[in-house]
Structures are given as C-alpha cells and as structure tokens.
C-alpha cells in the first residue's frame, strides 16, 4: 500500500466531536494525525471576499457560499497544499464524523494499489449505485468511474498530481469543494469510487453539520428559491459530466 499518510479534518471549536476524531486516530489503518479545520466564521469579510468569485465557472451555482462552506473549502485546500509540500505521493482525508467498517483497511489498499497518478478515489457513506464503468475489480472490491461524479468530502485517497491540479484550479471559489470536485472539466482530475467503502457517516451522533451558514432557519422565499434551482443546477452538471466522459 502506498499512502502516505491519512488525515483527520476537524475544527478545534467542534469539542463534542473529540472522542470520535481519536476513534478514528486509533482506527484507522495508517498513520493519522489531525489537520485543523479552517473555521469560516472566524474569517475576516475581507478575506472572505479575496476568496469568492461567483458565476466563475460553468454551469453557474446558483446560490450564494457560506461562511462554513468556505472555511470547509479552505481546509481542504491547505491539505492539498500540505501533499504537495510534503511530497506524499497518496494521502487518506477523512472527515471527523466518519466511522470506520470492518474491511477498510482491505478496501483502501486496493484503491491505493488501482490508483493511478492524478486519482481523486472517494469512499462514499452511502451505496454507490448510479451509472458508471467498472475500472479494476477483485472479488468483491470495484474502483469504479462514475458517469456523475458524487457529492461528498466524507473520506477520500488523493495522489499528489490530483492535489497539484485541485490547487491550480481553485485560486477562486464560487462553490463547495464537492460540487468543485464534481466539475472534471475545470480540474482535469479523474475521480472515481472505491465499492464497497467500508466507512459510513456519523453526523447525526454528534450533533449535526458544521458547515451550516450560522442561522437556523431559512426564510421560505429562500428555501423556495432552493428547491426550484437546484434540480436545475443538478441537470446541469448532469448533463455536462455525460457529455465530458463521451
């Protein structure tokens, strides 16, 4: 197996969230250590703005980023930047409401093993069962390139050429990483799906996201407006990725 290293993201103000992240310290199957989350609510408006730039890319999101969603977003970032200065060639990057499965260790070294440089492997926390080819499969473990790439930043191996290219591409933000991670025709990253993941999620033991934007409620002209436009968007990149993987 070759990752290097595997990562823990977590916000040092997410105290409940401590006895997890040294679960997974003493889980996980290779050397792990914590990468302190950046916390977009401590992040001054002028820095906030250096980093987003809406309607960058295509096609557009149509909703305005939060403050969790850039902080979200910053923290993976230093973690790329962090591969590449260290020069660890595969990295392991979990999120601090996963929990390990019986088999993961199994399940990462074959996608560390079928990686090829420049792979973004994700480990979902939910079946993986939309459209999608079969790249390498053994038994019962699969890497698999979807037709659509998943949302999600739950637990994923990434190569040092993908963390290059993830940093190249993202000097702004208009979006969440994930719905950046989905967008392979800005990045120029292959991201593809190790089944099964062997990790599931959390979140709901430990109080919830946090990611959210900081109110609890919605004004309804606001959730309308969601409902509305994001089928749209998710037909838009729908049918940009089938398009891009033709």
Known sequence: MNVSQALVVTL???TARQPQVQRILQTCPVPCQIHDAVDGKL?????????????????????????GEVGCFLSHRGIWQRIVDEGWEQ???????IEFEPGFAESLAFASEHARSGDYVQFQVRPFTSPHRVLSQ??????????VIPLRTSAQLVTKLAAERLLAASSRLDRPVDAFIQMRWVTGVRVVVMN????????????????????????????????????????QIASRSRKDAA
């Not at 001054?44 to 295509?58: G, T």
């Not at 990295?91 to 409401?97: A, F």
């Not at 599931?200 to 969601?226: P, W």
């Open 12 to 14: 040092l103000r997410a």
């Open 43 to 67: 992040l001054p408006d002028d820095e906030l703005q250096r980093w987003i730039e809406p309607r960058l890319h295509s096609p557009s999101y149509p909703f305005p980023l939060n403050v």
């Open 91 to 97: 990295t392991l990057i979990v999120e601090d409401d």
């Open 138 to 147: 053994q038994s019962k473990w699969a890497l698999l390139c979807p037709d």
């Open 196 to 235: 099964p993941s062997c990790v599931h999620e959390v979140s709901a033991n430990l109080g919830g996201s946090t990611i959210g934007g900081g109110g609890k409620r919605q004004a309804m002209t606001d959730r309308v407006k969601r409902e509305v436009l994001r089928p749209i968007y998710r037909f």
